[in-house]
């Protein structure tokens, strides 16, 4: 048969120590633990900043697709147009040829704002009109389709969270939009002088 005997007076240290041990090393795994979990949560708002530009990209680049087919499939013309003072983009359509003057607000089919996520910088036409030229002066700027195709191809200059830029190519000449990593060049017409053959 087995005796219990109380702890002598010098087992106590030690357990006091063991103690300690173990709340030193849990102090330490949780700070471990903290410091994993906060570059993850860093990690993921970078990732979910990321995914939010390019959900907001990728809608400007399909209503300028949908304004090119839509304007390609019926009589139609249509406008995206780039407003830098309340910072949307606008589908219009217009009704008559005459594509200075703005439709009634009836004829808006679409509307987007851009947020933190996703801004507009500028935008640049193929025949070489800058919004940057105009400084604060400038309001909108304005992609207008027809059954021909594209009045004015060019670029539209987005910026992500971090200040990164992405260019919306807007192709004149087929008609095709992409969006494209970095502020990237574009096809701009040239002179049947410089054309070699």
């Not at 219990?4 to 849990?26: C, W």
């Not at 589908?91 to 996703?118: M, V």
């Not at 191809?153 to 990164?164: A, M, Y």
Request: net charge negative; proline share 3%; charged share 25%.
């Amino acid at each position: 048969m087995r005796t219990f005997t109380a702890p002598t007076p010098t087992d106590r240290p030690n357990d006091r120590r063991r103690r300690g041990l173990v709340l030193t090393e849990l102090i330490v795994v949780t700070m471990i633990i903290g410091m994993m979990t906060g570059l993850a949560m860093l990690s993921l708002g970078g990732v979910y900043s990321q995914k939010k530009f390019e959900q907001e990209a990728y809608t400007i680049v399909d209503i300028l697709k949908k304004a090119y087919h839509a304007s390609a499939e019926t009589d139609r013309r249509y406008a995206v147009v780039f407003d830098f003072v309340e910072g949307a983009y606008i589908l219009r359509q217009f009704a008559s040829l005459d594509l200075q003057t703005l439709p009634a607000d009836e004829a808006i089919i679409s509307i987007g704002y851009f947020s933190k996520h996703c801004v507009l910088d500028y935008v640049l036409f193929d025949d070489f009109m800058d919004t940057r030229d105009e400084g604060d002066s400038i309001s909108e700027a304005r992609f207008l389709c027809g059954r021909g195709g594209w009045q004015y191809g060019g670029k539209i200059v987005l910026l992500d969270v971090e200040g990164n830029p992405y260019s919306i190519i807007v192709n004149r000449l087929c008609g095709d939009v992409k969006l494209v990593r970095g502020d990237a060049e574009i096809l701009v017409p040239v002179n049947a002088s410089e054309l070699r053959f």
